[in-house]
């Protein structure tokens, strides 16, 4: 039966409704199976999206989430099945013609013209041509209507992560959507905006809107969702009520087995530092940088130091200046195991022992139409066998390809494939297993689980502290405080380029991280020579 939990808690065959008379599904997609080569993005997977409902999906990375929901977007067509919207059975020629129905759906990468207006992006994406005044009239109305506030004549580039979502949102619900797709939305935003967020979902909720929900935060799903669909490489294996679940047992659904919390394993206590960061400045290097004031910071081997932060508020600055990609005004500002290291270069930092995880994947990370051995050589040729009197060792890159994906569990279709070809999930295993398994003596990882599941999470978050727990030094700058607050034994929160002094994490609450991302009273930094190091031991 269609609507039926397999490994979760039974559901009712129809969607509660107030009255006794069964609803039909607003959407039903039906044996939806979608196929790329060998890999089966969608095993034919059945879902019904009821009227007013808010129905997640749950997946590891790779699982088939985004697949779906594209299918449904009719951004992706697929290879057997169908769908019916509002009891009729519908073939989407493309996007256009799921938002003529009445279909929405808000990406986790927001497609906006920096340089643009609020109201000129939102122009943009209208289907009909429609007077300028008439468009930002509308939009003030349905911002207001929904309490998102948004300034029409306001240049994208001067928003904040969370300000860009509301137009991406407001754009959605201007086409009066009966059911809006959200991938990931709260992965950029403060717990504060977070809870704004369910607000207005669920007043869309009220309205008899559906929505269709993928995260990765099950907390957030069993707060705010009415049904979650769970599935596994690429088939359905679950539909559950979430509010009748365990946060463990909707991470076994998806993960198949149990889900390990991170232990914190490693023996702690104050050591030398590895990294001192003293009073570095970064001017903006464009007209949409931010910049970095008086950033002070100490990192000792065998702790975890977090830096948390609404997205834009100087977090690249702080990984390029620590990577090398921009270099500081003097050398000392700067130290990497006592050696000023500021006027370095990214290979002569890595020269000391650095090591660093950048946030974007693909282009940054890893090179996408470079095989993984070949990616393995580009950051660890500095000290590794891999280069032999100048001229490169395939059988070691293979090896090191090798080792780390069989370390890091790094699922692939073939033994030396184009890092492009892995799921987001199984490439950041690969980037993060690349740099541990140099044993660097201080890395920087940013957003070391962004988009991943939580299987791949937990393999991420162990790896960092039992790195720690062998001496390194790690930072980890990263939107998402539950992470940091499992991993890091301090928090600092970076606001607009001011780094707030680091907190021991017992002591960082959401609601204080919260308001210092939001940009409450940051006290000045000590120099941290002055600063009376303090670690939790
Ligand atoms: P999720 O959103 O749950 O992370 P996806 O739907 O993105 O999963 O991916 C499901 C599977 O399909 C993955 O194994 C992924 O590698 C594969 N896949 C997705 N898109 C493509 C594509 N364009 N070409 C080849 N394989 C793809």
Known sequence: MANRCITGTPMPNTFPSAGSEPVAPLLRAAGISKRYGNCIANDAIHLDVYPGEIHAILGENGAGKSTLVKVIYGLIQPNAGELRFMGRRIVLAGPAAARALGIAMVFQHFSLFENLTVAENVALGLPLPEPFAAICARLAKTALAYGLPLDPRREVWRLSVGERQRIEIVRALMQNPKLLILDEPTAVLTPQEADQLFVVLNRLKNEGRSILYISHKLDEVQRLCDTATVLRAGKKVATCDPRRETAASLARMMVGADVDRVKASRARGASVPRLVID???????????????????????????????????????????????????????????????????????????????????????????????????????????????????????????????????????????????????????????????????????????????????????????????????????????????????????????????????????????????????????????????????
């Open 279 to 537: 009073r570095l400045s970064l001017s903006a290097d464009g007209p949409h940088e931010g910049r970095l004031k008086e950033v002070s910071l100490k990192v000792c081997g065998g702790e975890i130091v977090g830096i948390a932060g609404v997205a834009g508020n100087g977090q690249d600055e702080l990984f390029a200046a620590l990577s090398g990609e921009r270099l500081a005004a003097n050398a000392e500002t700067i130290l990497i195991d006592g050696r000023a290291a500021g006027l370095f270069g990214v290979t002569e930092r890595r020269r000391l022992g650095a090591a660093f995880v950048p946030e974007e994947r693909l282009g940054r990370g890893a090179v996408p139409r470079m095989k993984l051995s070949e990616n393995a050589l580009l950051t660890g040729h500095v000290a590794s066998g891999m280069v032999k009197r100048g001229f490169i060792d395939k059988r070691e890159t293979l090896a090191a390809a090798d080792r780390i994906a069989a370390t890091f569990d790094v699922r692939k279709a073939k033994r030396d494939p184009e890092a492009a070809s892995l799921s987001g999930g199984n490439l950041q295993k690969f980037m993060v297993g690349r740099e541990i398994l140099r044993e660097p003596g201080f890395l920087v990882v940013s957003q070391p689980t962004w988009g991943v599941d939580a299987g791949a999470a937990a393999t991420i978050r162990q790896a960092l502290i039992d790195l720690a727990g062998r001496g390194t030094a790690v930072l980890v700058i990263s939107q998402d405080l539950d992470e940091l607050a499992e991993i890091s034994d301090r928090i600092a929160v970076i606001f607009d380029g001011n780094l707030s002094a680091p907190l021991a994490a017992s002591a960082a609450s959401r609601e204080i991280l919260g308001l210092l991302m939001g940009g409450a009273a940051i006290e000045p930094r000590a120099c941290p020579q002055e600063e009376k190091h303090a670690v939790d031991a």
